[in-house]
């Protein structure tokens, strides 16, 4: 094969695929785009905002990225995942000593049962079971309330970091694409200064079938 059809041939190939990568890479960063903006929208329909440096209590102010986004609007993934991890998530390590919404399940319902057969027996406890009823659901309450808003910030963070990814994902493909181009070029340059009649891998003269002596015992 001539020298200068094979570089046609790979510089052809390398500008489709530069052609490629760059079509890739403008989807992801599309993509990447798209999350960001859908999770910014979203986060700030809820009109949430970090306490003020002023405002924080001591457990608050060891949570170093609650300290650095006080006083902010919620507005970010990672704003997000601080929210929900060092701040719901604090209160609600100190909200029925940690327990979960399904866990405060258990003692609601035995409360229940106790305050109904109390009810029926008119015992003289009904009102103090009645007041520990009204607290654990209280808690529970709070608790549900707590954790639904903590998974709804975390879906949010999650969201994002696809559109973190994506991103960089997409600046991968511009530079592969960027190298393809440059390297097709090269081919370009390189196909337009080779002589016609240079050749790629061509035998060198003398070793064809026509030309070997054949060996004498």
Known sequence: MKRKTLDLVVSVGGL??????????????????????????QLSQQNISFKPAAELTEEEKAQPCVVEY????????KQAECYANNFIGLHLKSTA????????????????????????????????????LAEVT????????????RGLLLTSYGFSEFGTKAAQFATVAYLAAAAMLILALLGLIHSVVTPKTATFAAPESGTSGKDRTPSHV
Do not use: C, H, M, W
Not at 17 to 23: F, K, V
């Open 16 to 41: 489709l695929l530069a052609g490629l990568l760059l079509i890739a890479g403008l989807v992801l960063t599309s993509n990447a785009n798209f999350a960001e903006n859908y999770v910014t929208d």
């Open 70 to 77: 006080a006083g902010q609007r919620l507005t970010t993934g």
């Open 97 to 132: 000593g940690g327990q979960t919404y399904a866990e405060l399940g258990v003692p609601q319902a035995q409360l229940r049962t106790q305050v109904a057969e109390a009810q029926q027996a008119n015992a003289p406890n009904l009102a103090d079971l009645q007041a520990q």
């Open 138 to 149: 209280q808690q529970r309450e709070t608790v549900f309330k707590g954790e639904t808003l």
